[in-house]
């Protein structure tokens, strides 16, 4: 089998919600969605994971454990959506919510999914250095100011242990 990309970027999951949205308000037969939304897309992994969730629905599953059998792909937030979605009646409304999350996700923040090239870094895992780097430095430094402060405390008000007192 030749290796495909299997990830499904923030722009592709926007565009299945709103499809998948759109499609559920006008009433279509999830089947068809299932359909329409594989000749939607040029992933050919997101076109795999769309007819074997198709399959799982065919065989009963519920729309939110059919995605869920992709957790690499599906974030729990997805799922849990998706579930509560089924629970309400209201897909449509929860596929729309979802679509305008990932068009957020991608105006905002970098993709979760993406790898840099090589030698390139991106300004998310920069940020979480300087973090780490910043807490062990304040920690340093806390450290070093109360162990200073009881040494100053031992010898002016003379409380070491063992000294008689005066």
């Known amino acids: 089998m030749p290796e495909t990309d299997q990830t499904i ?5 926007a565009t299945m919600c709103r499809q998948f949205a759109t499609l559920m308000a006008a009433q279509v037969n999830i089947l068809d969605i299932f359909e329409s939304l ?6 050919r992994f ?8 198709q399959e799982a629905v065919e065989m009963g599953r519920s729309l939110a454990s059919a995605f869920s059998r992709y957790p690499q792909s599906f974030s729990p937030f997805f799922i ?3 579930r509560q979605g089924e629970l309400e009646g209201e897909l449509d409304r929860v596929l729309e919510e979802l679509a305008n999350h990932y068009e957020t996700r991608l105006t905002t923040e970098v993709e979760t999914h993406r790898r840099p090239e090589a030698g390139a870094t991106d300004l998310q895992t920069v940020a979480s250095l300087f973090q780490w ?19 100053y405390y ?3 008000y003379e409380a070491l242990p063992g000294r008689p007192a005066a």
Do not use: C
């Not at 997101?46 to 969730?53: A, G, I, N, Q, Y």
């Not at 062990?136 to 040494?151: E, K, N, R």
């Open 9 to 13: 970027s923030n722009a592709e999951m």
């Open 38 to 43: 594989r000749e939607g897309t040029e992933s």
């Open 46 to 53: 997101l076109v795999e994971v769309l007819h074997s969730v």
């Open 80 to 82: 849990s959506m998706l």
């Open 133 to 151: 780097a910043f807490i062990w430095v304040v920690g340093l430094i806390a450290a070093a100011f109360l162990g200073s402060g009881l040494v």
């Open 154 to 156: 031992a010898t002016v």
